[in-house]
């Protein structure tokens, strides 16, 4: 029997693999990805996955071509390339619920938010920005799969220790941030962030990188009037889940 070969299609990432270094395939700012089959529905359904939280990485391990490791990829990539696999898996209608209404969006109508490519040194996941409160000079980065896999065993183990108060958006921040006032030991950042980063900073640096950072614009006007945010989890593939 003759091979098949699947039929395959480029995304374009956000970042435009500017982000990523020149040895890195990512920095061609494309990847290939595969049409999904029977066997990515068997990843989705994998119970074993989801318990894990690991079935989207899964996914994506799987119709990616590009020789790349799927770890490597920031948030916003790695969302382009999700929105792409479902499109080509399941179609461009998706629908999902919010306050009990059902709202069905066009995938093929999103884009990409437009980001100041001069805040990038190219090949490098780096930027610079002064807390406004303090002056602060300090630089960060977006966050990878790796580095959100490393936040997920940190807060695992400090679920153990305290359950009840598990410092979720400060753990996030000692990944983010890479520098302060020049100094890059990671004593000193977490030190930082748990004694000197004020509240208005710290909201201050996430709204700044939420709306700098490379993405796929996810925001969508509901009845032309409130913006809202269109999920990206399990139900993105399966809305039977």
């Not at 066997?39 to 996955?49: A, C, G, H, P, R």
């Amino acid at each position: 029997m003759a091979e098949f070969k699947f039929p395959t299609e480029e995304v374009e990432l956000p970042s435009k693999g500017l982000v990523y270094s020149e040895d890195n395939p990512l920095s061609s700012g494309k990847v290939e990805i595969k049409y999904m089959t029977a066997k990515e529905e068997d990843i989705l359904t994998n119970q074993n996955y989801i318990q894990k939280g690991i079935v989207l990485d899964k996914l994506l391990e799987s119709v990616v071509v590009s020789k790349i490791n799927i770890n490597d990829l920031i948030i916003g990539d790695k969302n382009a390339v999700l929105i792409a696999t479902r499109i080509l898996g399941y179609g461009k209608d998706y629908t999902f619920n919010y306050l009990g209404k059902n709202i069905t969006v066009d995938l093929t109508e999103l884009d990409n938010k437009e980001f100041d490519e001069s805040l990038i040194t190219k090949g490098k996941n780096e930027f610079s920005y002064t807390l406004p409160t303090t002056n602060t000079p300090i630089t960060y980065k977006i966050l990878t799969g790796v580095d959100e896999k490393k936040i997920d065993r940190e807060l695992e183990g400090l679920k153990k220790i305290n359950p009840n108060n598990l410092p979720e958006l400060s753990t996030r921040l000692k990944y983010i941030i890479t520098s302060v006032d020049g100094e890059t030991d990671s004593k000193v950042i977490r030190g930082f962030v748990d004694n000197q980063l004020l509240a208005r900073d710290s909201r201050a640096l996430r709204e700044h990188i939420k709306s700098t950072q490379p993405d796929v614009d996810l925001t969508y006007l509901v009845d032309g009037e409130e913006e809202v945010t269109i999920p990206i989890s399990l139900n993105f593939f399966w809305p039977d889940f």
